[in-house]
T-cell receptor, first 110, second 116 residues
């Protein structure tokens, strides 16, 4: 059983469209991170959310942590080809183990 | 430049031939870990280390060994590789926060291993 479920698994869209990806769990977490991984590289941290209901913005990316701290969403406005990549959520489990979701693979076509 | 380095980047080997993938970080991080990435399964933690001489199993430790003799290095050892260990491997490091809040993981560039 996967601790973190991400949806959708794959997403192909045209440049300029908006999209939302989700990270869900039945467990409560003290924080949640989002990473982006581009082909041939390791994941890079985008954001860490800590407070239930927290919203953070990073240019065209908006991250929200659920009120109950069990889930999170990532919304991209006016997607660009440079947003293409694998988006991973991650949580700290038992204070010392980092668990990743299965990821959402996003392809943005010009 | 702050970075995590892994070597080799690509490796093709045969079943049973012992191999070591090296990992080194220059950020003085306490926490280091190894992950494998497989299609549809995401990143799964193999082993992690919270400091020198302190290591612990992640979710998929079978068939792997690690050591942490120095703070900067965290090699991954496959004593007798098998085809099911064909995967993309990442080393990562971070500071270790006792607050329970995840700190930023810095990943290496990955090692693509094929075991025939």
């Amino acid at each position: 059983t996967q601790l973190l479920e991400q949806s959708p698994q794959f997403l192909s869209i045209q440049e300029g469209e908006n999209l939302t990806v989700y990270c869900n769990s039945s467990s409560v977490f003290s924080s949640l991170q989002w990473y982006r991984q581009e082909p041939g590289e390791g994941p890079v941290l985008l954001v860490t959310v800590v407070t239930g209901g927290e919203v953070k913005k990073l240019k065209r990316l908006t991250f929200q942590f659920g009120d109950a701290r069990k889930d999170s969403s990532l919304h991209i406005t006016a997607a660009q080809p440079g947003d293409t990549g694998l988006y991973l959520c991650a949580v700290l489990y038992n204070t010392d183990k980092l668990i990743f979701g299965t990821g959402t693979r996003l392809q943005v076509f010009p | 430049e702050a970075q995590v380095t892994q070597n080799p980047r690509y490796l093709i080997t045969v079943t049973g031939k012992k191999l070591t993938v090296t990992c080194s970080q220059n950020m003085n991080h306490e926490y280091m870990s190894w992950y494998r990435q497989d299609p549809g399964l995401g990143l799964r933690q193999i082993y992690y280390s919270m400091n020198v001489e302190v290591t612990d199993k992640g979710d998929v430790p079978e068939g792997y060994k690690v050591s942490r003799k120095e703070k900067r290095n965290f090699p991954l050892i496959l004593e007798s590789p098998s085809p099911n260990q064909t995967s993309l491997y990442f080393c990562a490091s971070s500071i270790f926060l006792t607050s329970g809040i995840g700190s930023e993981q810095f990943f290496g560039p990955g090692t693509r291993l094929t075991v025939l």
